[in-house]
Structure formats: C-alpha cells, structure tokens
C-alpha cells in the first residue's frame, strides 16, 4: 500500500550497492511514495554493483561521487538540483566502511591509517556532505538529513572494531549540525540506529551472526529488517516529522531499552551449574 508521503519531494540517496542495502530499500519505498531522486555511491561500488537496475527501477540519475571529497559532493548535489528541477527535501546517508575489518585488525591492534579511513568514511563524510548542502543552500525549508547508525555508537558490542567509534561520531555530527541547519535554514538532521542488519558492510563485522541472533531474542519485536528501515526513513522524510531533529532514533525493536528479557533469563538459568545457584 502507499500512501504519496513523499509525493512532490527531490531527494539523493547515496550508499547502495545491491538488494541487501538499506539504502536500496529505501530508495524502493522513496519511488513508492511518489518520490524522485538520484542514486549516488563511489565510482567502482557503480561499475561494479547492482545501481544501474535500481535506477531503471525508481527511474534516477546516478551520480558517481566519492563521498570524502567535497568537489565530488558539490558536483552531486549541483547536478541533482539540476537534474531534479529544484532544491532537495531529503538526504541519506548511507555509507560505513573499515578496512581494519575488512583486515581483520582488531581493536587493541588498530592500523592507525585505516582507523583514519573508516573516520573519513563512515562518518566525517557526514559533516561534508551537510556542510556542502548548508552552503550551496542546497534543502528547502523542512528539509530532512538522515544517517544511519547503529547501537555500537553507545554500548561496547564484541567485534564491532573501530565502526563504533565512527557511529559515535555521526550521531554527533547530526546533533552539532542538526542545531546550526535547523537554527538557520528550517533543516532537520537526525540519525536512525538499525538493529543490526546484513547488508554487504554489516556482515564484514566479526560475529554479525550471534549479534543479529541476540538482538532478535532480546528484541520485545524482534530485529527491524531492512524494508522496516525504509519504511521509517521515509516517514522522517515526509513532513509528518518536521518537528523532529538533532535526534537519535532507535529503530531496533525495542532492543536499546532491554536489560534481560524472559527468554535470555531462563537460558541463563538453564547453564548455571548447582553450586553457582547458590550464591545468587
């Protein structure tokens, strides 16, 4: 079912790569709720993905860029209002990436040059982008940036490396930003915190299997897939949402408030040796 959330709104959508990206789903819904956008992602991620199908799909222009640079951002976001007929309602940034992950350099063993990358990449790339949007007066008025993040920004999840640290960052970029676009411009900048999800990035991190399994028992909802992260970017697109900004929103099935749940409980109990049960 749609419901035209999106009707009359230019977007860019920049991250996708394949059917497993958050990015592609959103971009799927974006087109079903009566949006239109550009597609952009790194030179090679659109020679060598999926993008050119997504684009015949939702009927976008895709706009190579490497999103650390910020000549490459400005000639995206120039072409796209070209492209488009006028100023953007919307921007996703949907873009993360480690090479000591994709090393398998662990925490305590970080190459420092990769753990700048992944800073660049995953984050920093966020405040280039907004800083350009800010500058080109590039969103109208109640406009809406969002980033996608991830629970590792606030709590220590084994094996999720030097990303946390980089999530940490983008959640702090979109308060620092989201404070000086919306004071100025009328320009929302908010971040959504996934359930961990696997998509081509995310099943690079060490142990993504036992973190999707735990969330999702833990999870009162279960884990939020990727076509549920859509569904709420284009909501915090559309103008039901105008109010909201400078926020983290976690969109994990409720798992970011859970202690212990009765499942985890009784298989924690289950494991206790009788000696143990004593001393509880």
Known sequence: MTYNLLKGKRGIIFGAL???????????????????????????????????DLAKQTNSEIIPADATNVKDIENV???SMEVL?????????????????????EYPDLDY???????????????KLIQTAYKMDAVNKWGSILALSYIAAQRTLSGYNDMADAKALLESI???????????????????????????????????????????????????????CAEYCVVMFSDFTKKVTMQNLYHDGGFSSMGMSLQAMMQYNKSLKPDDSQDI
């Open 18 to 52: 394949n059917d497993k990206s958050i990015a592609w789903k959103v971009a799927e819904a974006a087109h079903r709720e009566g949006a239109i956008f550009t597609l952009s992602n790194t030179p090679v991620a659109c020679r060598m993905g999926d993008l050119q």
């Open 113 to 127: 040059n990769y753990f700048t990358k992944t800073l660049d990449i995953s984050a920093i790339s966020f405040h």
């Open 174 to 228: 979109a308060r620092s930003f989201g404070y000086i676009f919306g004071r100025d411009k009328k320009v929302r900048v908010n971040t959504i915190s996934q359930s961990p999800t696997y998509t081509t990035a995310g099943s690079g991190v060490k142990g993504v299997d036992g973190l999707i399994d735990f969330s999702e028992r833990m999870s009162p909802l279960g884990n939020a897939d990727a076509d549920d």
């Open 77 to 79: 976001l120039k072409t």
């Open 85 to 105: 007929g006028g100023k953007l309602d919307f921007l996703l940034h949907s873009i993360g990436m480690s090479l000591n992950v994709r090393k398998k350099r």
